[in-house]
């Protein structure tokens, strides 16, 4: 999970304060943090998870979250993996392949219906945002990490803005 808040009236211990800071600290929009793919080999898996509410802080508009989670032969699969979000939803499926050195991976979703005004709700600039996303993405990359494939990934990418208006950008 997340660090606790450390803000005013929070208890934390000092290594949380630490942790806290430093995830302030990064500029980065994808975790960096790489898979410790060792030890994939040595179990299997296979969980289903949905969570119909989610608690999150305000920036972040996802509201819900589920996925079929399979490890099998060091190959972890998100067959679907679906985010409920801004009014919409994105469905993906995700396959990394622990067995290759850089880990391999193939990342597929499609963006339906996403409410831009509804996408960044902290932000003063997007607030009269209009409109709907619409997108899909085919994408493979390698990495140790989920910035490294998106970084190195090549693929196909799609998307649509239908009525919407976007003011000073």
Do not use: C
């Not at 493979?140 to 803005?161: E, M, R, T």
């Amino acid at each position: 999970g997340a660090t606790p808040k450390t803000g005013p009236g929070e208890t934390a211990a000092p290594e949380q304060v630490a942790k806290a800071a430093q995830r302030e600290a990064t500029d980065r929009l994808l975790p960096d943090k790489p898979f410790e793919t060792q030890s994939w080999g040595k179990m299997d898996a296979d969980v289903k998870l949905v969570a119909e509410k989610i608690q999150r802080p305000k920036q972040l508009p996802l509201e819900a979250f589920s996925t079929h989670l399979t490890l099998k032969d060091s190959v972890l699969r998100l067959e679907p993996v679906e985010f409920g979000m801004a009014g919409g939803r994105i469905v993906g499926h995700v396959a990394l392949d622990g067995r290759q050195k850089p880990m391999k991976g193939d990342i597929r979703a499609d963006v339906k219906g996403l409410q831009l005004g509804r996408m960044f709700p902290t932000s003063e600039t997007m607030r009269d945002a209009l409109g709907t996303f619409y997108g899909r993405t085919e994408l493979k990359g390698s990495g140790q990490s989920l910035a490294q494939i998106l970084g190195s990934s090549d693929g196909k990418a799609s998307f649509v803005v239908e009525g919407g208006r976007v003011a000073n950008l």
